[in-house]
């Protein structure tokens, strides 16, 4: 069964420092998201994007934060100076569009000291 | 802004009992998902829910639509201890490049107690 899957699994990063997280949605899917969820709290939406441009942003999604698609499989999200607060789990999501639900990968969890 | 909650937000049961979490939205939206999330892990697509009066059943979960009251269930029957996990519901916002983004719940936490 096809999946979402992202790497690394993990990343330890010290503040200030840029990181990038990658994802590789399923195959023949259109839309992509990045989600995170602070330990405990609820998941948030940070971005979604559909041919080759985003396509709405949430307000945690400022201008430290920036999305690429660089070739026709992976999904990145960089973060170019990491805060503290940035500490979280962050999931990859696709889906091809219409009704059908979003599917999430694994997650990176990303500390920041 | 689209506010979902959902209650409990702690829930411990008993195997074999029943018990539905409720989880309400505050606009408009005839789409709603039901996700599970096993601590650390990633969300599990459980049911999507497309219109007024939809049901849907899985094994001991059944999950119910009313696009009028704002309202969507979670049904728990005869609870097995495999069932506990985090259940997220959550609303899609569909905006003019289609499926955009989902706005979740605060999710409730299911302990089923032996």
């Known amino acids: 069964e096809p999946e979402v899957t992202q790497t690394p699994s993990h990343q330890v990063t010290q503040m200030g420092q840029e990181v990038i997280l990658r994802c590789v949605p399923i195959s023949n899917h259109l839309y992509f998201y990045w989600y995170r969820q602070i330990l405990g709290q609820k998941v948030e939406f940070l971005v979604s994007f559909y041919n080759n441009e985003i396509s709405e942003k949430s307000e945690i999604f400022d201008d430290q934060f920036s999305v690429e698609r660089p070739d026709g499989s992976n999904f990145t999200l960089k973060i170019r100076s990491t805060k503290l607060e940035d500490s979280a789990m962050y999931f990859c999501?696709?889906?091809?569009?219409?009704?059908?639900?979003?599917?999430f990968g694994p997650g990176t969890r990303l500390l920041v000291l | 802004e689209l506010k979902v909650e959902q209650n409990p937000l702690f829930l411990s049961m008993q195997e074999g009992k029943n018990y539905t979490i409720y989880c309400n939205y505050s606009t408009t939206s005839d789409r709603l998902y039901w996700y599970r999330q096993d601590p650390g892990k990633s969300l599990e697509s459980l049911f999507v829910l497309l219109s007024n009066g939809a049901v849907k059943q899985e094994g001991r979960l059944m999950a119910s639509l009313d696009t009028k009251a704002r309202l969507s269930t979670l049904h728990i029957t005869a609870a097995v201890h495999d069932l506990s996990a985090t259940y997220f519901c959550?609303?899609?916002?569909?905006?003019?490049?289609?499926?955009?983004?989902?706005?979740f719940g605060t999710g409730t936490r299911l302990t089923i107690i032996p």
């Open positions: 959550a609303v899609d916002m569909w905006g003019d490049f289609g499926n955009e983004k989902l706005t």
């Open positions: 999501a696709s889906s091809d569009g219409g009704v059908e639900t979003q599917y």
